[in-house]
């Protein structure tokens, strides 16, 4: 079975273009309803399924919108060689400013962007912390490879060792 299934690798331009397009049907989507009025507590309580049954179509477009959100920086990173802990801590501050606003916004009640945007940023915020730990775990595995590969053997012969 695994041999019939192959990995398909995407070019980055088709991953630009698939991430304009979330954004692109997210805008379409977002005009033909109207803007949420709600108050929430914070970004998270939009998480209780009380709100996705009431409103289900803006669900899925903070979902399309925080997808789209979430696979940004990511694609941006594909251009960067393996610089592991470096994107890491990019998207770990990435992620803390993208919750941090959306509090703000959601707290405060302030219409600097509508709610939609404000949510769909607090759920790439949670998001991007999968990639960041991954991206730390992959620096951790590489540094240690390096100090290990770069250790000599100590069950290779010395030059300077007779075979008498």
């Known amino acids: 079975m695994a041999a019939i299934i192959k990995l398909m690798k995407i070019g980055k331009e088709y991953i630009l273009l698939i991430i304009a397009g979330l954004f692109l049907l997210a805008y379409v989507l977002q005009s033909g309803v109207k803007p949420l009025t709600i108050n929430l507590t914070s970004p998270y309580a939009f998480l209780r399924a009380e709100y996705w049954q009431t409103f289900p179509f803006t669900t899925a477009i903070i979902l399309i919108r925080g997808l789209a959100l979430f696979i940004l920086p ?7 060689g393996p610089a592991h802990y470096a994107k890491a801590a990019t998207l770990l501050i990435l992620s803390g400013l993208a919750q941090l606003y959306a509090l703000q916004e959601v707290i405060t009640g302030a219409k600097m962007v509508p709610l939609e945007w404000s949510l769909s940023l ?3 915020g949670m998001a991007l912390l999968l990639p960041t730990l991954i991206f730390f775990l992959q620096g951790l595995i590489h540094s240690a490879h390096q100090k290990i590969s770069s ?3 100590p069950f290779a012969k010395d030059e300077n060792e007779n075979d008498d």
């Open 122 to 124: 607090s759920l790439s």
């Open 151 to 153: 250790a000599p053997n």
């Open 74 to 80: 990511l694609w941006l990173f594909s251009f960067f």
